[in-house]
T-cell receptor
């Protein structure tokens, strides 16, 4: 597609519920990144994929967070047993190659109640 | 590792006035530098970037930023702002060698009033 698409746009989850957030990167983009943006903060790195390989997951805040990109295109970020502190906007970005070309999606705003 | 400091969390300014949003970075190696803009309830849009070459880079909507290696800064400027420039602005860096991901500052909210 023309841009990075994320769904759902908004998600309200009850504490303890599992959620799955989807990212459709730009077609052909090798690199895919997930970021978490808390209210009033800059985006914080969560994890990075190169094709289907998850090369860096150092930013995932706990083992309740899990990401996958099984066919090297669409990616899913899953959060198990959501907590209130998980409330944030989750941003996905994709890149072809090189440092100059991150394209971000509009994000998924997760609210845990 | 690299880090980014945006000292001003909010910058109020009147329409048609000049503005400067400050960004300083810290890195032990050379970096690429970026400014992203985020309008309310939207994702991040790349405003401009410095990869190499001329230290002064410009965007299509009148913003410019200058890379200053000695002061480790990449301040964003516009000589005359519009109401529509009201948004959150994020400075970001990435190392230009080896593996690295974008590291963002905390953002500066530019508030333009009539």
């Amino acid at each position: 597609g023309a841009g990075v698409s994320q769904s759902p746009r908004y998600k309200v989850a009850k504490r303890g519920q599992d959620v799955a957030l989807r990212c459709d990167p730009i077609s052909g983009h090798v690199s895919l990144f997930w970021y978490q943006q808390a209210l009033g903060q800059g985006p914080e790195f969560l994890t990075y994929f190169q094709n289907e390989a998850q090369l860096d997951k150092s930013g995932l805040p706990s083992d309740r967070f899990f990401a996958e990109r099984p066919e090297g295109s669409v990616s899913t970020l899953k959060i198990q047993r959501t907590q209130q502190e998980d409330s944030a906007v989750y941003l996905c970005a994709s890149s072809a190659q090189g440092a100059g070309g991150y394209t971000f999606g509009s994000g998924t705003r997760l609210t845990v109640v | 590792a690299q880090s980014v400091t945006q000292l001003d969390s909010q910058v109020p300014v009147f329409e048609e006035a000049p503005v400067e949003l400050r960004c300083n970075y810290s890195s032990s190696v050379s970096v690429y530098l970026f400014w992203y803009v985020q309008y309310p309830n939207q994702g991040l849009q790349l405003l401009l970037k410095y990869l190499s070459g001329s230290t002064l880079v410009e965007s299509i909507n009148g913003f410019e930023a200058e890379f200053n290696k000695s002061q480790t800064s990449f301040h964003l400027r516009k000589p005359s702002v519009h109401i529509s420039d009201t948004a959150e602005y994020f400075c970001a860096v990435i190392m230009n060698s080896g593996y690295s991901t974008l590291t963002f500052g905390k953002g500066t909210m530019l508030l333009v009033s009539p």
